[in-house]
């Protein structure tokens, strides 16, 4: 069967519903023929992925940005098929696209989707509280987190991000977030070891090496070690993260006092307060909030790369 190509056209602020002609043009030139179709809501790109791979896609490609790349892997890991990601970058973060190195360029990315290797990937299953109340369970590929993070993102996605750009509209949230901050407090535990009461700007589980439109939040984590990377940036002043802001874009952060890293195949974390919400932020979405936990589930997924 063709590859399968799933679009999401409201990504990169909308601009790849107008981009999609010239994208497809590429595609073809310098990969091959495929199918492709369309997302019309959220949660579209999981089940498009799954129908796929359980009627035999072999390789099946995301176009779109970290949260469409989340939601094709879903799918494709709900099938328990054998079939491969690929990659199409077209979003406003473009994060786990780096951790990869997969090229910005269509026509680039394109003949890596035709004459990359295939390699195996470890992935994230995260347990949250959802915002209906329910318990639900999804996988993640890059970073999941709590703390300003959860604002950085709420605060994109209300903007319009083809006014200026992936990163720049990020740094304008994360400005803004930094101003206003209050720092948060929550019960962390790592494998078996003993919990802790923490309080955090910010708490990273990361996969990946990249959140945030380019933060390289963990720049040691492997996508093949069978292990997360645990980021914690303790209780800065908004002065303090400011002016150390360009750590967190070129990943020198790990030897600033303030901030920890620790390895887990498991953590979970969960409120001071039972009444508490503290938002989750999941690959690029908020699709709920703490308690939760997560697990590594080792070289789960394949994925066209280099």
Known sequence: MLPLIIINPTSAGGATRAAWPAIASDLATHFGA?????TRERGDAVKLAEDGAREGRRLIVACGGDGTISEVANGILRAGADATLGILPSGTGGDFQKSLKIPARVADAARLLREGATRRMDVGRASFINHEGAEESRYFLGVASFGMSGDVIRRVKERDASLLGGKATFALATLQTTLA??????????DDKRERRLTVANLCVANARYFGGGMKIAPEAKLNDGLFDIITIGDLSALKILTNAHQLYLGTHL??????????????????????RIALELDGELPGHLPASFEIMPRALKIRCS
């Open 255 to 276: 030897g600033m006092r303030q901030v920890h890293h620790s390895h887990a195949a498991r953590v979970t974390l969960r409120p001071t307060r039972k009444d508490e």
């Open 181 to 190: 901050k209050e720092n948060t407090t929550a019960f962390v535990q790592l």
């Open 34 to 38: 495929f199918n492709c179709a369309f």
